[in-house]
């Protein structure tokens, strides 16, 4: 057994106008709240790529019951375990095409992206920063 592809992953912000703008506007990427159990981001083509949950920033959380419940209780979730677990992840990759017009797009947005070139796999990358931190690196074959 191998992994095939990034299915999802689940983003709890408190920054959710901003978010769904970067991935729809500046990504390319469709936004779907119609499908069940939330809001969800699909890539070209049509995948469920980014869950998103929106977290009130007055009460942050609340968004976490489900993992406190799930530890076997109601306790509240230290700051120190946000930045655990999930908290750990440093990038997201996708597969992408349009180098040119995501750099186009990027710079219009005024938003800060680093380039890199991988020579040996013909690979050219942009690092970004979403709207909530997360690192997502854009691979260009």
């Known amino acids: ?8 992953y689940n983003i709890r912000t408190t920054r959710y106008p901003e978010t769904v703008r970067f991935y729809v506007d500046v990504l ?21 790529a980014v869950h998103l949950i929106v977290v009130d920033p007055a ?3 609340r968004s ?6 799930f530890r076997g209780g109601g306790e509240s979730i230290s700051d120190e375990e946000l930045f655990y677990g999930s908290g ?12 040119g017009e ?4 990027l710079c219009a ?7 890199n070139l991988v020579t040996g796999m013909q ?9 909530n931190g997360i690192t997502l690196e854009l691979n260009f074959r």
């Open 1 to 8: 057994m191998f992994v095939r592809k990034l299915d999802h």
């Open 102 to 105: 995501m750099v186009e797009k």
């Open 123 to 131: 690979l050219r990358q942009i690092f970004v920063k979403d709207p």
């Open 59 to 61: 009460d942050p959380q």
């Open 88 to 99: 750990a992840i440093d990038h997201v990759a996708f597969e992408c095409t349009g180098y």
């Open 64 to 69: 976490y019951k489900a993992k406190s419940s």
């Open 28 to 48: 390319g990427m469709r936004h779907d709240t119609e499908f069940s159990g939330g809001n969800w981001i699909y890539d070209g083509s049509g995948v469920a």
């Open 109 to 115: 947005a005024k938003l800060s992206f680093h380039e």
